[in-house]
């Protein structure tokens, strides 16, 4: 084989190679390249207390938190399945925003929308990074749309041996509120999960 053929067969194979990495990262047309989004954090007086930066990562999602005047000490974190985050709502600040993102209909623990707990540090503040393939940006953008809520309260993720009783609902292990949430408590903040339509490499 010549030098000339096996220049013209390396450089197709790396022209193919390139075509798949493009297809793969961005689909098979302009409407299909993946998307970014964020949710700004509001406490329940309105005042901006944090920023959710979710990007789109090899099927799965990175999620980066920044959080500020909090209130020191553990706080659930999760994607919640209604983008709307009212906080004089009738049943209690945030309640708008529905349980947790949970399209699987799971327990507590394995809720598409659960995340690692929030550690926010003695000056109120706090960040966090991580990545999750429980959930996609896009899933996130449903015709109701998501929000993500920092809850008043830790979350014990329903993780309750069966050694312990519930005195409320007369059970051994977790009972149904446990379940629904991991005892997190009232929601000090919401953010609604915002297409802010930019390309990955943007």
């Known amino acids: 084989?010549?030098?000339?053929?096996?220049?013209?067969?390396?450089?197709?194979?790396?022209?193919?190679?390139?075509?798949?990495?493009?297809?793969?990262?961005?689909?098979?047309?302009?409407?299909?390249?993946?998307?970014?989004?964020?949710?700004?954090?509001?406490?329940?007086?309105?005042?901006?207390?944090?920023?959710?930066?979710?990007?789109?990562?090899?099927?799965?999602?990175?999620?980066?938190?920044?959080?500020?005047?909090?209130?020191?000490?553990?706080?659930?974190?999760?994607?919640?399945?209604?983008?709307?985050?009212?906080?004089?709502?009738?049943?209690?600040?945030?309640?708008?925003?529905?349980?947790?993102?949970?399209?699987?209909?799971?327990?507590?623990?394995?809720?598409?929308?659960?995340?690692?707990?929030?550690?926010?540090m003695g000056n109120g503040r706090g960040r966090a990074s991580f990545t999750t393939d429980r959930f996609t940006v896009h899933e996130l953008m449903d015709a109701d749309g998501s929000a993500i809520i920092v809850h008043a309260g830790r979350d014990n993720y329903a993780n309750i041996p069966t050694r312990y009783h519930s005195h409320t609902e007369d059970t051994f292990g977790p009972d149904s509120a446990t379940l629904a949430t991991g005892d997190a408590g009232s929601r000090s903040a919401c953010g609604v999960v915002d297409d802010k339509d930019r390309d990955d490499d943007d």
């Open 1 to 120: 084989m010549s030098v000339r053929r096996r220049t013209l067969g390396a450089g197709l194979l790396v022209t193919s190679m390139a075509v798949v990495l493009l297809v793969s990262t961005f689909g098979s047309g302009a409407g299909a390249r993946r998307k970014s989004a964020e949710a700004v954090l509001r406490d329940t007086s309105g005042e901006v207390v944090g920023v959710v930066q979710l990007r789109p990562s090899r099927g799965a999602t990175d999620v980066s938190v920044l959080a500020w005047d909090l209130a020191p000490g553990f706080h659930g974190f999760h994607v919640h399945a209604v983008g709307v985050c009212d906080p004089a709502a009738p049943d209690g600040p945030f309640t708008t925003a529905g349980g947790h993102y949970n399209p699987a209909g799971g327990t507590h623990g394995d809720h598409a929308g659960d995340m690692p707990t929030l550690l926010i």
